[in-house]
Nanobody
Framework: QVQLVESGGGSVQAGDSLRLSCAAS????????MGWFRQAPGLEREFVAA???????????DYADSVKGRFTISRDNALNTLYLQMNNLKPEDTAVYYC???????????????????WGQGTQVTVSS
């Protein structure tokens, strides 16, 4: 079965950068949409970014408005690894960040957590002002 493990979180100051990684084991994930979500204490899980399955030419990325222009999602299918580069971090970015894989290889795109079936344990990101 698929296992996802996030890493790269930590405590930083506003304006700093972090790169999160998500290492996947099990079935190769190249044929699935992958996403990043986050959840702050007392709030619902929030979509952050998603990236399409490989087309053989390029990838397609989608971002929440709150992180657009600051975060970049990428994937390395050969290494079964998903990344989230986070620049110019803000205190409101503080949350547990989760990596997730889409439920079906037939899924083209989704921002809904319900369409992702495999989840990592999460990595904490804390941004102080």
């Amino acid at each position: 079965q698929v296992q996802l493990v996030e890493s790269g979180g930590g405590s930083v100051q506003a304006g700093d950068s972090l790169r999160l990684s998500c290492a996947a084991s099990g079935r190769t994930f190249s044929g699935y949409v992958m996403g990043w979500f986050r959840q702050a204490p007392g709030l619902e899980r929030e979509f952050v970014a998603a990236i399409s399955r490989s087309t053989g030419i390029t990838y397609y990325a989608d971002y929440a408005d709150s992180v657009k222009g600051r975060f970049t999602i990428s994937r390395d299918n050969a290494l079964n690894t998903l990344y989230l580069q986070m620049n110019n971090l803000k205190p409101e970015d503080t949350a547990v960040y989760y990596c997730a894989r889409a439920r079906s290889s037939a899924m083209d795109w989704s921002r809904s957590a319900s369409d992702y079936v495999y989840w990592g344990q999460g990595t904490q990101v804390t941004v102080s002002s």
